[in-house]
């Protein structure tokens, strides 16, 4: 069984940043590949970014390339989103999920476990 607990939510004005953690739990985390999504009311969830077992590939959704990092760190069974120059329509609840493969994916199916999420609100 694998959990994800992320954390690092809160409210912040445009231009801001925040990082967001997820911790994971289980001992394949290092073998698979991770993933951020996030879901705003009445929408549906929207891939963020992926990275790679490794953390040598990396995927971003063109909406969030240039202001958003994913990163992980295998040894604290942890995943990183660092969110700069944040925007109003970042707003939503963010999630991690643990993908079923080593390689970074940016379809949901291929990602078989998932957070809570955290909440991130951004204010004009």
């Known amino acids: 069984q694998v959990q994800l607990v992320e954390s690092g939510g809160g409210l912040v004005q445009a231009g801001g940043s925040l990082r967001l953690s997820c911790a994971a739990s289980g001992r394949t985390f290092s073998s698979k590949a991770m993933g951020w999504f996030r879901q705003a009311p009445g929408k549906e969830r929207e891939f963020v970014a992926a990275?790679?077992?490794?953390?040598?590939?990396?995927y971003y959704a063109d909406s969030v390339k240039g202001r958003f990092t994913i990163s992980r760190d295998n040894a604290k069974n942890t995943v990183y989103l660092q969110m700069n120059s944040l925007k109003p329509e970042d707003t939503a609840a963010y999630y991690c999920?643990?993908?079923?493969?080593?390689?970074?994916?940016?379809?949901?199916?291929?990602?078989?476990?998932w957070g809570q999420g955290t909440q991130v609100t951004v204010s004009s």
């Open positions: 999920a643990r993908s079923g493969i080593m390689a970074a994916t940016t379809t949901p199916l291929r990602y078989d476990y």
């Open positions: 990275i790679s077992w490794s953390g040598g590939s990396t």
